[in-house]
């Protein structure tokens, strides 16, 4: 849809007045390219994500070298040699909306990529996160990762995205208040017997993947930091890195490659048990979870970890 000088309306924020939730109403959207589902066999389509492929995104915001430390400003002629590259969303959902392309390598599932690359990703993560905080009018950086055309996707290349809104989203500020509430960190909880209830997907040093219990829909995972007070901004990008890595190749590897959402819940400000939630597309939302906010779930959380498990790689000796 287009205005009366046939073009597309800039992002707006908008707000359902019989909810309160917000939307973002961005028309332009319409027109980004969908290189998902059947159109991954069209090779006469250049993947925009990938090195070589530069031109087909707006310029640089940052960039991670092969080999290095990160570059500010981007590589020399935006061109090849990165390993995560950081761009404004050519189709933007809002005025601040950043694309985070991971890995060199074309690749959808983000098992296929390195431990290193994950280690460089949560790197880029961090930075681009206090970057879009310190902007002015932004009071939320919400990261989150599309993977597959069932779960949303239009581009096949590994990447994350990260939107600057005013204010928490509904959900998180729904999390602390809820929080706030119960006499213990429900995510505290939730550590404390996941090992012995045998929700435990994999660990590092100092993160975990579990099942929450209950898990709204099959195979919910969570991955979080088993200290309470650790801040997302400063958290061991190493141990994160190659806790999710982990976490990628279990879902990988147990549920034969699906489609999958991850998202990032931390309040900038305030005590948080920040977490991040994937989702495997692996089930469907019906009139129930979509009507009602609430869901239908057929397997147990304990269920769910021991099979993610069986998708593990064995560990090098």
């Not at 908008?14 to 917000?22: N, S």
Request: charged content about 20%; glycine content about 8%; hydrophobic content about 35%.
């Amino acid at each position: 849809m287009v205005n009366a000088h046939g073009k597309h309306n800039q992002p707006s924020l908008l707000v359902d007045p019989t909810t309160g939730r917000p939307i973002l109403m961005a028309e332009a959207r319409q027109s980004r390219p969908f290189l998902t589902g059947a159109a991954q066999s069209d090779e006469s389509k250049p993947c925009p994500f990938c090195p070589g492929n530069e031109q087909h995104t707006p310029p640089s915001l940052d960039s991670w070298p092969l080999h290095g430390e990160p570059c500010a400003p981007p590589l020399p002629s935006d061109g090849p040699g990165w390993d995560v590259r950081v761009f404004p969303n050519k189709y933007p959902a809002n005025g601040c909306h950043e694309v985070i392309a991971e890995g060199a390598r074309h690749a959808e599932q983000a098992a296929d990529l390195d431990v290193a690359t994950w280690q460089r990703t949560v790197r880029m993560w961090q930075r681009r996160i206090r970057v879009i905080e310190s902007m002015p009018g932004v009071g939320c950086a919400f990261l989150f990762k599309n993977v597959g055309a069932a779960a949303g996707a239009s581009i096949v290349h590994s990447h994350s995205q990260i939107l600057g809104l005013d204010k928490p989203p509904p959900r998180l500020r729904l999390e602390q208040e809820a929080a706030d509430c119960l006499p213990r960190c429900p995510w505290c909880s939730t550590l404390a017997t996941a090992r012995e209830e045998g929700r435990v997907v994999c660990e590092t040093e100092s993160h975990v993947a579990l099942t929450p219990d209950p898990p709204k829909l099959p195979n919910e995972v969570w991955t979080l930091p088993k200290r309470c007070d650790d801040d997302f901004l400063t958290t061991d990008a190493d141990s994160l890195g190659a806790a999710l890595h982990q976490l990628f190749t279990a879902i990988s590897g147990a549920l034969n490659r699906p489609a999958w959402n991850l998202w990032l819940h931390r309040m900038p400000r305030g005590r948080f048990h920040w977490h991040f939630e994937l989702q495997p597309r692996t089930g469907q939302l019906a009139g129930l979870e979509l009507g009602g906010d609430m869901y239908i779930n057929s397997i147990s959380a304990v269920a769910s970890a021991e099979k993610l498990r069986t998708g593990l790689s064995p560990l090098p000796r």
